[in-house]
């Protein structure tokens, strides 16, 4: 039986793929000993109450562990902080715009938006929502995996994949900061949420344990 060169090929780039995750596999990430819970209180002028999931929400979620919080400065902003850890083939991390629509929200605006952490930046998520034309939200979202954060949620997807393959864990956070519009005031808004994301981003890999470094 002959086997075609074309065949040759794919059988050929699959194993060099394969060969490069094993030399370069991502990096396993675990939840330390204290959980999410252990994400500081206070975060610069930011002080926090811890909040909690109802129960069938939670459920829903199947998430290894959550965090969710309200945070306040003394200049009367208001932040809702909220974490969702998945691992070991759990993946319920989705798109927060799901939940928005199936509580009345509708999106008016979304876009990317960059921010910053020690190791350079990436484009997080955001949108605007309102209900009945009153209220309105401003929100960032974003995943990370190891040494991975962003906004699409494919390549985050990709990414836990990948590591159930080399490491059989799988492992994922999705992150949302969101902040109530006063007086019309977007770009304020906008302006909160970026400060109190890279603040955060900077005490964020304290939650977790990189496989391999000590």
């Given amino acids: ?10 059988v050929a780039l699959l194993g060099a793929g394969a060969f490069y995750v094993h030399l370069n596999p991502p990096d396993r990430m675990e939840l330390e000993a204290g959980s999410l819970g252990a994400f500081p209180a206070q975060l610069g002028g930011w002080r926090s109450v811890d909040l909690s999931f109802e129960d069938v929400v939670y ?12 945070y306040t400065n003394d200049v009367g902003d208001w932040i809702w ?4 850890f998945h691992q070991n083939d759990r993946y ?4 927060p715009l799901v939940c928005y629509r199936s509580q009345g929200w509708t ?4 876009g990317l938006e960059p921010l910053w952490r020690k190791d350079g930046g990436f484009d ?19 995943y990370t995996a190891g040494d991975l954060a962003t906004a699409d949620r494919d390549k985050f997807m990709t990414r836990m994949a990948a590591s159930g393959i ?5 492992y ?3 992150v949302r900061v969101s902040t109530v519009v006063r007086d019309g005031d977007f770009d304020g808004a906008m302006e909160v949420l970026k400060d109190f994301s890279e603040a955060a981003l900077v005490r964020l890999p304290e939650l977790f344990v990189f496989a391999g470094e000590g």
């Fill in 107 to 110: 999106d008016v605006d979304s």
């Fill in 166 to 170: 080399v490491s059989n864990v799988t």
């Fill in 81 to 84: 902080f909220v974490i969702i």
């Fill in 124 to 142: 997080a998520n955001w949108v605007l929502v309102e209900q009945q034309g009153v209220r309105r939200l401003a929100v960032y979202w974003w």
């Fill in 92 to 95: 319920g991390a989705h798109e």
């Fill in 59 to 70: 459920e829903e979620l199947e998430a290894t562990d959550t965090l969710a919080r309200r």
């Fill in 1 to 10: 039986m002959r086997t075609s060169f074309g065949t040759i090929v794919v």
């Fill in 172 to 174: 994922g956070a999705f």
